[in-house]
């Protein structure tokens, strides 16, 4: 870890913010609308978020979209869901191509509609060689999942003769799990007011800020965002030191 990366006051903008977008069914029930006006509304959020982070010049965005857990949702919600999905990229993608996003997905989108599929394997193609924005979505995605897949790797690479089980070490796993090559998300948002992970990012989020908010995610604008990264740009980061550590740091530039 760069030591850039130890104080906020040095870097007070996120390189990696990562959203549990949640609230969208309340949201829509506190209008009487149906969940799926809801859903829509959120997808508009979303876009938003995308524009603004690459707006501020963020590095990465890691989005939960859909988890491993919400496939226990009623059959119709599922559905619809991945409709919204399948429009939001085919409506999307080219803006967000030329916007120099680079669009990657993480977890298990087997079960997908194949057109979705279709479509999120182009939008990863098409946005390949883009240097701006690292949006990744998490869908299909759940942490067991994703921490289970990398020691699955890892176990075949041992059964191959690559590497020694004794040279196994957190790196070893962090290289094998989703997201490796970007750094770890700095900051945490989770709207809709449950403060939990959720099976979200489980390896990735060791030393990531959390923030929690009521707004629903419908409801999770600009101002919103901005409020989340003010309350981040007075977090102290310690990673595991002491502040008075920190503040030398902060005194003489070096730790
Ligand atoms: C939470 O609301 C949201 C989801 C289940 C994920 C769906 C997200 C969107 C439609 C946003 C757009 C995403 C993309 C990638 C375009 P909830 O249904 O859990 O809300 P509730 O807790 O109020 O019921």
Redesign the pocket.
């Known amino acids: 870890m760069s030591e850039a990366a130890f104080i906020n006051s040095e870097n007070t903008l996120p390189r990696h913010v990562a959203i549990?977008?949640?609230?969208?069914?309340?949201?829509?029930?506190q209008k009487n609308k149906p969940?799926h006006s809801?859903?829509?509304a959120?997808?508009e959020?979303?876009?938003n978020i995308i524009q603004e982070c690459a707006r501020r010049g963020i590095e990465a965005l890691t989005?939960?979209?859909?988890?491993s857990e919400?496939w226990k949702?009623p059959k119709s919600?599922v559905n619809l869901?991945m409709e919204?999905?399948l429009t939001?990229?085919q409506r999307?993608l080219s803006k967000l191509h030329k916007n120099n996003v680079r669009i990657r997905f993480i977890g298990n989108t087997s079960s997908f509609p194949e057109k979705l599929q279709k479509k999120i394997s182009h939008a990863s193609d098409q946005t390949a060689g883009n240097t701006g924005l690292n949006l990744t979505?998490a869908?299909g995605y759940g942490g067991r999942w994703d921490i289970v897949e990398s020691v699955r790797a890892i176990v075949d690479e041992v059964k191959a003769g690559k590497i020694d089980p004794n040279d196994i070490t957190e790196e070893s796993i962090s290289a094998h799990i989703c997201l490796s090559g970007i750094p770890e998300p700095d900051l945490f948002i989770r709207t809709?007011g449950?403060k939990r992970i959720s099976n979200f990012l489980l390896w990735q989020l060791v030393y990531t800020e959390l923030y929690f908010t009521d707004i629903?995610?419908p409801d999770f604008d600009v101002s919103a965002f901005d409020q989340a990264l003010n309350a981040f740009s007075v977090r102290q980061r310690r990673f595991g030191r002491t502040a008075e550590q920190i503040e030398t740091k902060l005194n003489n530039g070096r730790l």
């Open positions: 549990i977008m949640d609230g969208n069914g309340r949201w829509a029930q969940r809801g859903h829509k959120g997808v959020a979303t876009r989005i939960f979209a859909f988890s919400n949702r919600e869901l919204l999905f939001a990229l999307e979505i869908a809709g449950e629903l995610w």
